[in-house]
């Protein structure tokens, strides 16, 4: 059995991503997740989809829908877009898709429309962009989008007594379906971390690299961890998401 190698937010860092990759040298055997937010933030978003249909040609891959993505997918398929989307991240985005012919939009449309909502592994692990609201689990959840949107998974994880176990009546329903659940969305650097950070058993392993911060990779077995330089080094002349 090869690792299971987690991979936090990317935001169009290619230059981070293919350090990244060089760094933790997956094998055939590994399985590569990709927990979403492709895209946004810097310059390199198509080359990073590019990148990332080309591992999946060479290893296990699972590719998880953020909400960067499908904010992206959307303006995509309809010329429409929010004004929140264009001024986080988006705007840098439309400047470069407006730049690639119909044929190499359509091909980045068929990957953003592939992604997956979670995945959860034969150990009971979940693996989710953001998070799920549902208490009975994601198998419930009413509203998908919660899926790349939701952050009161992770608030909850912040806010908890670390003394509460599982089994206590205060202890939170959600977090007793899954072994692990390993998430992005919310970046540590805003409780002034640049590693991966456990609270309770979930794991957040966005470690802002759409501004600050490294991109990470994470065995999920042995929470061994990879990073990149901090992105906003490799691209001086950018200012990413302030």
């Not at 988006?90 to 091909?107: F, S, V």
């Not at 979940?126 to 799920?132: N, T, Y």
Request: aromatic share 14%; net charge negative.
């Amino acid at each position: 059995m090869g690792r299971t190698l987690v991979f936090g937010d990317i935001h169009g860092g290619l230059r981070a991503l293919q350090q990244l990759v060089e760094r933790c040298a997956p094998t055939a055997g590994d399985r590569l997740i990709f927990l979403g937010d492709y895209v946004d933030g810097w310059s390199q978003s198509p080359e990073v989809i590019d990148f990332l249909i080309g591992l999946k040609e060479k290893y296990r891959c699972v590719f998880i829908r953020g909400n960067h993505d499908d904010l992206l997918m959307q303006w995509l398929q309809t010329g429409q877009y929010s004004e929140e989307w264009f001024n986080h991240g988006g705007r840098i985005t439309m400047e470069r898709y407006n730049a690639l012919n119909k044929e190499k939009k359509q091909l980045q449309l068929l990957f953003l429309e592939s992604l997956k909502d979670y995945y959860l592994d034969g150990q009971n692990r979940l693996f989710v962009h953001a998070g799920f609201t549902n208490l009975n689990g994601v198998g419930n959840e009413y509203f998908t989008r919660m899926f790349y949107w939701d952050r009161t998974l992770w608030e909850t994880a912040l806010a908890l007594d670390p003394t509460l176990q599982p089994g206590d009546p205060l202890y939170p329903k959600r977090f007793n379906h899954y072994k692990e659940v390993f998430i992005g969305h919310t970046p540590v650097t805003r409780i002034g971390k640049t590693v991966p950070v456990q609270k309770a058993n979930i794991w957040n392993v966005d470690t802002g690299a759409a501004f600050k911060g490294p991109l990470t990779a994470m065995d999920a077995d042995t929470k061994q961890f990879w990073q990149s330089e901090p992105v906003y080094s490799l691209y001086p002349e950018e200012s990413g998401r302030n």
